[in-house]
């Protein structure tokens, strides 16, 4: 590459530091987002078309764009603690990180097979690329604007400061030196670029430079360029010490202004003309083909590796990196210019996430509560004479998960207890779930676990757990080649009184004591001899082979879920139809499925009010006259991530409550293995309704889904606000 070009040089100042100086104009005042999910240029339908017309569908991965933005969205909410909003903005980077390695590098791989095919909205790959270009373009510039004209002021209003290197005093640049020289110099590994040293293959969304080099080295090979590899070891934000930071703030550099700083000591000798931050996210989604895999866990180790280094599908450089330079980069990744995202800042933001953790700032975060315990439950005796006495419903995490864990530890060491069978999907690597089954097992416990292995991004978590559990003594299953194993069930048989009795658990989420503190989620603990036979003949399908057992209440996929949510969606069609009262309620995270949504329209046609509400991806158009005028569709956007999965159904005044680990999705209908349990108590299902009917009426975080594709934000304008989440946790949370 020539030494001499014309560089794009406007931006040159702005962007040589990690963090930018103060525009020279005022931007535009940020405003809540009215970005639509690709469906705004289509004709509305008549209200007799038919359901099946692409103009009724929103695509599913602009839709799941739709909702990284809300997440987006709560960084300006001034509700939100600071260091909370600070936080949402994270997550919208880790977010649209998955959603690239996935997402968007499954529509890339469609493409380079020449594929074409439509979905239920009737676009093509290619227009769906190139929507996703351009809304997460406009997106990822308001992210910084939002970082960098409101939450860093906010945050040097509270004394909390990011340092440029142009503010370094004198004693701070030495110290940087000095930690340079210390802890960055022995662990850099600079990789110039000529023949012998080809473009090296860089890790996926690891922090690098590409560097612009002039003069001889010590083996008389002229300089160009060379790739610096921001060592992975080391921290990304580096507190300043308190005797060099200005009395009373919180001083941060980033270790991308320290190499920016001192590249020209890892270059000695040589002229260093530009140092460029630069990231690249690759397909990180696994392939294992389940025909050819004879021994799943060996396929997956092998997998994991390769994840590292998948097909680019993202390249993202400083905003003062030359055109040329980018271009080079594209090239090297096989990318083209729309894959191409020019940061104002930081081009890792996720890892600022370590500031969270290191302030001591209590009164910049959500105020701590303690999850609260069913009266039922606070005794010092056997958690096994309350289940035998009714139904317990926890709804986390407002109600502590500890429930849940003290069941297994006590059924661990119950001389008592012959046998434990459990699913595990995502449940942490040090879960006190994994060694109670551990103890269990060790015990002399018959200990059957079946560990999802494919659970995506913690494939190498199970691997190790499931390591941990055969090690034990524990028979460790993965479940179903061709179904992943997502329903959530523990199984447990105790001999009483000479006779074996059955105790189960449903839920709702993951195995997760981390998680359940974050998640919304129902879990229910039952005695029920139907149910729990019921659990106890699914268990026995996915460790055994034969054919579907009949089972009595519980609704499993890929069985019958699907079939009987379509007749029990149907069942009040009827109802209306007869001019009968008739509601339906649906939470749950995803609905994309075209025959559900097929069924919710006829439903709406048929005059049933259906309330949808739907955190994430919404494939069904509400509000279409004639078709789904009877529907509104929320999406609940707060503190906690709204994970339940929970369905109310009118029943001509015969109610029904039902609480899955499926959302409204393909893959859940029919390519896992789910579960779908009635709620039974009377007064258990009325409580849950009482939650489904707060969400309802939200008018804090809660955002509309409009005909046109938009989301708006609900407002309590002259109405009292009403937070469903805080009403949740001021009703089940301990009292102080």
Request: net charge negative; charged share 25%.
């Amino acid at each position: 590459m020539e030494k001499s070009r014309d560089h794009k040089k406007s931006s040159a100042k702005k962007g040589q530091d990690t963090l930018p100086t103060q525009s020279e104009t005022t931007p535009p005042p940020l405003r809540v987002n009215r970005t639509r999910t690709g469906i705004h240029a289509k004709p509305t339908p008549s209200p007799e078309a038919e359901l099946d017309e692409a103009v009724l569908y929103f695509n599913r991965e602009l839709s799941h764009l739709q909702f990284n933005i809300r997440v987006l969205e709560q960084a300006l909410d001034t509700s939100h603690p600071l260091l909370n909003r600070l936080m949402f903005l994270l997550i919208f980077s880790s977010n649209l990180d998955e959603f690239f390695e996935i997402r968007v590098a499954g529509l890339k791989h469609q493409l380079a097979l020449g594929r074409d095919d439509t979905g239920a909205d009737g676009l093509t790959p290619k227009q769906v690329l190139d929507e996703i270009a351009r809304i997460t373009h406009e997106q990822i510039e308001r992210q910084y604007q939002i970082l960098n004209d409101v939450l860093l002021p906010a945050l040097e209003e509270q004394n909390i400061r990011f340092r440029r290197r142009t503010q370094w005093t004198d004693a701070q640049n030495e110290w940087v030196r000095d930690y340079f020289e210390e802890e960055v110099m022995p662990v850099i590994s600079p990789i110039g670029l000529d023949p012998s040293h080809p473009f090296p293959r860089l890790v996926n969304k690891s922090l690098n430079f590409i560097v612009e080099l002039e003069g001889q080295d010590a083996f008389g090979r002229e300089g160009g360029l060379a790739i610096l590899p921001a060592p992975r070891s080391l921290p990304r934000l580096i507190r300043l010490p308190e005797a060099l930071a200005e009395e009373g703030y919180a001083d941060y550099l980033f270790l991308s202004s320290m190499i920016h700083a001192h590249a020209q000591e890892v270059f000695p000798g040589m002229k260093v003309h530009g140092c460029y931050q630069f990231r690249l996210t690759r397909n990180a989604d696994l392939a294992v083909d389940p025909e050819e895999v004879s021994d799943l866990a060996s396929a997956l180790r092998g997998e994991l590796l390769a994840r590292r280094y998948g097909d680019g599908v993202r390249l993202e450089v400083a905003d003062n990196c030359p055109d040329d330079l980018a271009a080079f980069l594209l090239k090297q990744f096989e990318l083209e210019e729309q894959d191409l995202y020019r940061v104002n800042g930081p081009v890792n933001l996720i890892r600022m996430m370590a500031l969270i953790g290191d302030m001591d700032r209590p009164d910049l975060l959500y105020r701590p509560f303690t999850a609260g315990i069913p009266k039922e439950l606070r005794f010092e005796g056997s958690l096994f004479d309350t289940i035998r006495q009714g139904d317990v419903l926890l709804h986390h995490p407002f109600q502590s998960f500890a429930p849940i864990e003290d069941l297994l530890r006590e059924a661990a060491r119950d001389s008592d207890v012959l046998a434990i069978k459990q699913t595990l999907y995502r449940t942490g690597a040090d879960s006190p779930i994994v060694g109670a089954l551990v103890d269990a097992a060790r015990n002399g416990k018959e200990v059957t676990v079946v560990i999802e292995l494919r659970a995506r991004f913690d494939e190498a978590d199970n691997l190790a757990l499931a390591s941990r559990l055969q090690e034990a003594g524990a028979i460790v299953i993965y479940g179903v080649m061709a179904y992943k194993t997502h329903a959530k069930m523990v199984h447990i048989v105790r001999r009483e009184k000479g006779e074996l009795r059955y105790y189960v658990h449903l839920g709702t989420g993951n195995y997760h004591s981390k998680t359940a503190k974050l998640y919304t989620d129902y879990s229910l603990l039952t005695a029920n001899e139907t149910l729990c036979e019921d659990v106890h003949r699914v268990f026995q399908q996915l460790s055994g082979m034969g054919k579907p057992r009949n089972i009595d209440i519980l609704l499993h996929a890929p069985f019958v879920l699907h079939e009987r949510l379509v007749e029990m969606i149907n069942r009040e069609a009827k109802f209306a139809e007869k001019d009968k009262k008739s509601h339906l309620i649906i939470k749950c995270n995803s609905l994309t499925e075209p025959r559900l949504i097929r069924a919710l329209y006829r439903a709406s046609r048929a005059g049933v009010k259906c309330d949808l509400i739907i955190r994430g991806m919404c494939c069904l158009r509400p509000g279409v006259p004639g078709i789904s005028d009877n529907i509104a569709v929320r999406s609940i956007i707060g503190r906690f991530l709204e994970h339940t999965r929970v369905f109310y159904f009118h029943n001509d005044g015969k109610p029904e409550v039902w609480a899955s680990s499926a959302d409204f999705m393909e893959r859940n209908m029919f390519h896992r293995v789910e579960t779908c349990f009635p709620i039974l108590d009377k007064k258990l299902a009325q409580r849950v309704r009482k939650d489904l009917e707060t969400y309802l009426v939200d008018n804090c975080q809660s955002w509309l889904l409009r005909e046109d594709g938009s989301y708006q934000k609900q407002e309590p304008d002259d109405a009292a606000p009403i937070s469903a989440q805080e009403t949740l946790l001021y009703a089940y949370a301990a009292k102080p």
